[in-house]
């Protein structure tokens, strides 16, 4: 085929302008890959933390008396998974009682001391519990009797409101962890005292008066069918979006990043429109040729273009690779992650087309 004979018959007789052109096209797809990366990587970053994936439940009377019914539907309703369930009872003026279940607390709260329940002591329902460092500092135990059982603290942590409050909706009409920070405080006395148990151990004797539900991974329009689908199963309670919109978030990310993408494209893109400007030089005396032997214009045009197509192709497919490939260094500054799929089709169909419009000129002068 004439194709593929004039192909190979320009690499072999310009082997540096068509590896200068490939690595251009590696740099710029490369560049533009890492950036759109880091803006889809901060959006699912955003999408399981706590203040922005976390529904809040203001507990109504019959959902109260039957809350595993509640926990079985959150569970089968979330396709990517549950990070945290958690109830909360008011059990005196200055302690909340918390039924856990999950294992992601750290998403909530620093450790500083022991260890939060694994999922062993969750499924067996062990007398466990982990306190705030506000209860650890006051009474120093190692024990801690609730309703008459006795439970093994196992770790304590820094536990104030603002770690729920911050996740709390506005639309709730419920605020278990109002705190007066008006005076400043110099010793823990005071402070709201917070002791953790298992689920399995809380819904035994207690009922909640608020939920959080923590999901894995999801998105706005997600988190609004969701709790629609409550609203409908349990209409007693009330259901309430966070009040940050990841979605917006993505957006504002996509734009944030994608200007410094098309800043590094273009300082790499000069050099790749100049490479190409003398890489279809090359093509002269061929096109020539061909012409006097009958070829259209057009065909003249799918040679140079086709070609132009194999190096794009070639070119993405190693800076992708290049890109996956560097990972473990680009996670030391949280940059590792892929671009959102018809985000990074977009900015591939964009570069290619520039490409072209910025050489149909010349080839058009050239194949008349």
């Known amino acids: 085929m004439i194709f593929l004979y004039i192909l190979r018959k320009q690499i072999g007789m310009h082997k540096y302008a068509s590896f200068l052109l490939l690595c251009g096209v590696v740099v710029c797809i490369y560049c533009i890959s890492v950036m759109f990366g880091v803006s889809n990587g901060l959006y699912e970053l955003e999408n399981s933390h706590n203040i922005n994936a976390?529904?809040?439940?203001?507990v109504g009377v019959e959902t109260k008396n039957n809350i595993d019914k509640i926990n079985e539907y959150v569970y089968k309703m979330s396709k990517k998974g549950v990070l945290n369930v958690i109830y909360f009872t008011k059990v005196s003026e200055k302690q909340i009682l918390i039924g856990w279940d999950g294992t992601e607390a750290g998403r909530w709260f620093p450790i500083t001391t022991g260890s939060f329940f694994d999922a062993k002591m969750q499924e067996n329902a062990q007398n466990v519990a982990f306190v705030s460092d506000s209860w650890m500092v006051k009474?120093?135990?190692?024990?801690?009797?609730?309703?008459?059982?006795?439970?093994?603290?196992?770790?304590?942590?820094?536990?104030?409101?603002?770690?729920?409050?911050?996740?709390?909706?506005?639309?709730?009409?419920?605020?278990?962890?109002?705190?007066?920070?008006?005076?400043?405080?110099?010793?823990?006395?005071?402070?709201?005292?917070?002791v953790i148990i298992p689920y399995k151990c809380y819904k035994e004797k207690y009922l909640p008066e608020q939920i959080f539900i923590h999901l894995r991974g999801v998105t706005n329009s997600q988190l609004i069918k969701?709790?629609?689908?409550?609203?409908?199963?349990?209409?007693?309670?009330?259901?309430?979006?966070?009040?940050?919109?990841?979605?917006?978030?993505?957006?504002?990310?996509?734009?944030?990043?994608?200007?410094?993408?098309?800043?590094?494209c273009l300082m790499a893109g000069i050099t790749v429109i100049r490479v190409m400007y003398e890489w279809?030089?090359?093509?002269?005396?061929?096109?020539?040729?061909?012409?006097?032997?009958?070829?259209?214009?057009?065909?003249?045009?799918?040679?140079?273009?086709?070609?132009?197509?194999?190096?794009?192709?070639?070119?993405?497919?190693?800076?992708?690779f290049l890109h996956y490939k560097t990972f473990p260094l680009l996670s030391l500054i949280y940059l590792d992650a892929f671009p959102d799929f018809y985000t990074l089709i977009i900015a591939l169909a964009v570069v290619y087309t520039v490409s072209v419009l910025c050489t149909l000129k010349q080839t058009l002068k050239m194949t008349a």
């Open 280 to 320: 279809i030089n090359f093509y002269q005396k061929d096109i020539d040729i061909l012409r006097l032997c009958g070829m259209t214009r057009l065909k003249g045009l799918m040679i140079i273009y086709g070609h132009w197509s194999i190096y794009y192709v070639i070119g993405v497919v190693i800076a992708l």
């Open 54 to 58: 976390t529904i809040t439940v203001d």
């Open 226 to 264: 969701y709790v629609n689908e409550l609203s409908d199963e349990f209409s007693d309670s009330h259901f309430c979006m966070p009040d940050n919109n990841t979605d917006e978030i993505f957006v504002e990310n996509q734009i944030r990043y994608g200007k410094i993408a098309v800043v590094l």
């Open 139 to 194: 009474y120093n135990k190692n024990e801690i009797e609730i309703d008459g059982e006795n439970f093994k603290i196992i770790g304590s942590g820094w536990i104030v409101p603002w770690n729920f409050e911050a996740a709390l909706s506005k639309e709730s009409t419920i605020n278990l962890f109002e705190e007066d920070y008006s005076e400043i405080k110099y010793s823990y006395d005071d402070d709201m005292e917070y």
